[in-house]
């Protein structure tokens, strides 16, 4: 009697383990536009910006319902792979290749004003994180050896680059993917961690650069995200975008604050350009062969859509998690 009780509470454990598993689901709310999209910036459950290639800014302000797509003056060939939008008015929008640049917008996106400009030869950004309205980073991959760092301190509207003294130091082959805009990420008020990849693979933290176990070697392979959930939980997805569907080396995670690495028991099911933590235990990833989520830490992933995407990223203020790639794909994810 005893043995069948225990059968029938693991039975029910189960069942609702695996219930809330494959409860989440992605639904594909927009696609068809002329752009591949790697810039998306959720402020709450309601407004939502994109940014991509072909100059294509989009912006939508019911909840992904519909989207208003304008094209940047100037700008018509010009690959926006990251932004940071603080309102329904205000964002900034960042341009990979040299020249690099940094525009933003304080009318919705209606104009657009140059807060920055690099013509250095082989400059190349990848990514921005804000802490708030007025500070945040950009970062960009090696000149001479070292990455380059610049901020801002007003909202994006004037950015310096931080004295090249002080530029974390590459390894030969190793840059940054500008695949998501999430290589970089706060880790708490002040500070900042981004990941590298190519040839060698890294966790720049502090004054420290952490060996990561991700896979590496090649110019395709390595950390193309961070996210972070407090100081000592920071999980890192990747692997080779020319075998997408390889789980080989593909996520760490640390709950130490980058000094050991454990790899999941279930990794995601293929190579991950972006990681998103949505909550508690929650995490989202998403790459070019689907989305995969985790309700424990990262320790199991569950391979919940196969639509392709590049970027996953939860509102700000809210509980909303959309989705962005190529084609104009946007995708939200729908939780029971």
Known sequence: ??????????????????TCLVGQTVQLISSGTNTSIRGLSVIDDRIVWVSGSNGTIGKSLDSGKTFKWMVVKGFEKTDFRDIEAFDETTAVIMAIAAP????????????????YENNTKGMFLDAMEFWNI????????????????????????????????????????EACFASSGTNIRKLNLKEAVFVSGGLHSHLFIRDRKVKLPIIQGKETTGANSV????????????????TRDSITKNCFITTNGGTDWIAPLTPPHGYRSCVEWIGKKNWISCGLNGVDYSGDEGINWNWISKESFHVC?????????????????IGKLNTP
């Open 1 to 18: 009697m005893v043995y069948q009780f225990k059968i029938i509470i693991l039975t029910i454990l189960f069942a609702c383990n695996l």
């Open 227 to 242: 996210a972070v959930k407090n100081s000592k939980i920071i999980v890192v997805v990747g692997g080779d975008f020319n």
């Open 313 to 329: 990223r939860r509102a700000k203020k809210g509980r909303a998690v959309f989705f962005a790639g190529g084609g104009g794909r």
């Open 100 to 115: 690099a640049y940094i525009l933003r917008t304080a009318d919705g996106g209606e104009t657009w004003k140059v807060a």
């Open 134 to 173: 007025k500070s945040g980073i950009v970062v960009g991959d090696p000149i001479e050896g070292k990455f380059f760092i610049a901020s801002t301190f007003d909202g994006g509207i004037s950015w310096s680059s931080i004295p090249s003294k002080n530029y974390p130091v590459a390894d030969s082959g």
